[in-house]
């Protein structure tokens, strides 16, 4: 299903995805969907360890593509940098990760759509900064 927008609506294995149709409209901060780790190299929880079996499912956590059980994989996070539609299974790292970036991205997004210069600053405190200038494009949010 494509749009006037440039995007179209795609379900993926992980569930609804709204994507770019051109590459060039992709957002500087996408990330790509991870490989699933095969169902049968994941014989236990990576997290508890727990055996699975026909009681204790195995699920893919959205972000990392690790295999967890239930409880160690619950969250369900808006994960947007992936262009899902709705909310998706997180183990919790991933999920505390997401809902940080998440934060970042709602209290800072207007300045990043009308534009702002950043200052990027090295690890290293000998080196200089870097003063860029950052502006989302409408397909770039």
Request: proline share 4%.
């Amino acid at each position: 299903m494509a749009s006037d927008s440039g995007k179209q609506l795609v379900k993926s294995k992980s569930g609804l995805r709204m994507i770019s149709i051109e590459e060039k409209d992709n957002s500087p901060f996408q990330l790509l969907e991870p490989p699933w780790v095969p169902d049968m190299q994941s014989k236990e929880c990576i997290k508890c360890h727990s055996k699975f079996d026909l009681m204790k499912r195995r699920h893919h956590c959205r972000r990392c593509g690790l295999c967890f059980c239930n409880v160690c994989c619950a969250s369900k996070v808006g994960l947007p940098r992936m262009n899902f539609v709705d909310p998706v299974r997180m183990c919790s790292e991933c999920s505390v990760v997401t809902k940080k970036e998440n934060e970042f991205y709602d209290k800072h997004l207007k300045c990043l759509i009308t534009g702002s210069f950043f200052m990027l600053s090295a690890a290293d405190a000998d080196e200089d900064n870097i003063v860029t200038y950052v502006k989302l494009t409408a397909n770039h949010r």
